[in-house]
């Protein structure tokens, strides 16, 4: 099946700061979402981002789908974004099973 | 617009004993997903449904898992008997469609604990 590989791992900043979240995957896409999963361990939806550029408030995201990649960017980082971002592919091809990476752990400081 | 709702949402139980879990997914969405989770892990699909069909089951021990979504709407996930491995979040998600292009909706989720 298609593999979903997430960097970095975790990530540490100070309130104010910016950071970019990377998803790469193996195969064509139909859909590829962003997530934010809170301490409660919701997962909220993002962006809905199979391909081009998106933004909302500080968050923006980009999904380069022939370089089978996607970018979510967080500019002036808030201790509310702290948390697990989840990024999600459907294949293309017929098997719309929606594939999760293992996500990146951000702690933002006060 | 409501949302994807799930209960319980805390279980403790112990291990050789049977749980269910109930979804209830957003109105008028005709796909229906349960995920697994693990502590530190991203969700893995156990079972998708298109209407009250099985789309797909490949990742659900069906050993000791079942699911079932009756009438097309509410959907039901059952353990038995459980294992300590079964620890875990048990997350039901929906979208309008299975054909690609949807955007996910995702319930609280429900919190399992097998001692």
């Known amino acids: 099946g298609i593999q979903v590989e997430q960097s970095p791992p975790d990530l540490i900043l100070q309130e104010g700061a910016n950071s970019t979240l990377r998803c790469n995957f193996s195969?064509?896409?139909?859909?590829l979402q962003w997530f934010h999963q809170n301490p409660w361990g919701q997962l909220i939806n993002l962006f809905y981002?199979?391909?081009g550029t998106k933004q909302n408030g500080r968050l923006s995201a980009t999904t380069v789908a022939t370089e089978r990649y996607s970018l979510l960017y967080i500019s002036s980082s808030q201790t509310t974004d702290s948390g697990v971002y989840f990024c999600?592919?459907?294949?293309?091809?017929?098997?719309?099973?929606?594939?999760f990476g293992r996500g990146t752990s951000l702690i933002v400081h006060p | 617009e409501a949302g994807v709702a799930q209960s319980p949402r805390y279980k403790i139980i112990e291990k050789r004993q049977s749980v269910a879990f109930w979804c209830n997914p957003i109105?008028?969405?005709?796909?229906l997903y349960w995920y697994q989770q693990i502590l530190g892990q991203g969700p893995k699909l156990l079972i998708q449904?298109?209407?009250?069909?099985?789309?797909?089951d490949s990742q659900l021990p069906k050993d000791r898992f079942s699911a079932e979504r009756l009438k097309g709407v509410d959907s039901t996930l059952k353990i038995q008997p459980a294992k300590l491995e079964d620890s875990a979040v048990y997350l039901c998600?929906?979208?309008?469609?299975?054909?690609?292009?949807?955007?996910?909706?995702f319930g609280e989720g429900s919190w399992l604990t097998v001692v």
């Open positions: 109105s008028g969405h005709a796909t």
């Open positions: 998600a929906s979208s309008r469609t299975g054909t690609g292009g949807n955007t996910i909706y």
């Open positions: 449904f298109q209407n009250n069909g099985v789309v797909d």
């Open positions: 999600a592919v459907e294949p293309s091809g017929g098997s719309y099973i929606p594939t």
């Open positions: 195969d064509s896409v139909n859909n």
């Open positions: 981002i199979p391909s």
